[in-house]
């Protein structure tokens, strides 16, 4: 797998809204965070999935299509919430917006 297959990131523009929507809900939590990488919990529209954000720049989530594109740079809503969530510093937003 080569970087340039995580940037840019390929999400569509739905998927994006969808993320940022889950995002400023607060539907994404920290789970657990490692040496490895951050993992958390991602609310979606009937459950809750899993979101891994490894160190090494992949990513992983339990839904459907996180899992059927796993590995081929394609992101999921719920991980586009994870990174939004992680790039304002792990938490709530309720400020903005
Ligand atoms: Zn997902």
Redesign the pocket.
């Known amino acids: 797998m080569e970087l340039d297959d995580y940037h840019p990131m390929p999400f569509s523009s739905s998927i994006y809204r969808k993320g940022a929507e889950i995002y400023r809900q607060g539907g994404v939590a920290l789970d657990v965070e490692t040496g490895k990488g951050i993992y958390l919990l991602?609310e979606?529209e009937h459950q809750r999935?899993n979101?891994r954000l490894m160190s090494d720049d992949t990513y992983n989530?339990?839904?459907r299509?996180?899992s059927l594109k796993a590995g081929k740079g394609v992101l999921?809503?719920?991980?586009v919430a994870a990174i939004l969530f992680v790039s304002a510093g792990g938490r709530r937003t309720g400020q903005s917006d």
Do not use: A, D, N
């Not at 999921?76 to 991980?79: E, G, L, P, V």
């Open positions: 991602v979606g999935y979101v989530c339990t839904c299509l996180g999921c809503s719920h991980i």
